[in-house]
């Protein structure tokens, strides 16, 4: 799924919180509690392979590239804004 937005207007918190969220729905349908501490692996049932997707589609609307180091140390939905975060700052 594709962002209307581009990279550099997808920056703070909150705009990548919502970003993650707009990604996610398409995973966990609609019915999903998608919350700051909303567990990834745990509360959502993805699969590994549905987790790679999702990562994939993050680094090519964000424009940026997680490093699997990263991606171990994420669980929670803002664990993964705040990676994105210093992930922009660092690329920028």
């Keep these: 799924m594709k962002s209307s937005l581009s990279p550099s207007q997808v920056t703070g918190i909150d705009a990548i919180m919502a970003e993650i969220k707009t990604h ?6 609609e019915s999903a509690i998608l919350g700051p501490d909303t567990n990834i692996t745990r509360d959502l049932g993805l699969d590994s392979l549905a987790i790679m997707d999702f990562i ?3 680094e ?5 590239s997680i490093p699997m180091e990263r991606i ?3 669980q929670t939905l803002s664990d993964l804004a705040k990676s994105i ?3 922009q700052k660092e690329a920028a």
């Design 56 to 58: 994939f589609d993050l």
């Design 72 to 74: 171990a140390e994420v």
């Design 60 to 64: 090519d609307s964000f424009d940026i």
């Design 24 to 29: 996610l729905r398409t995973r966990a349908g």
């Design 85 to 87: 975060d210093v992930l």
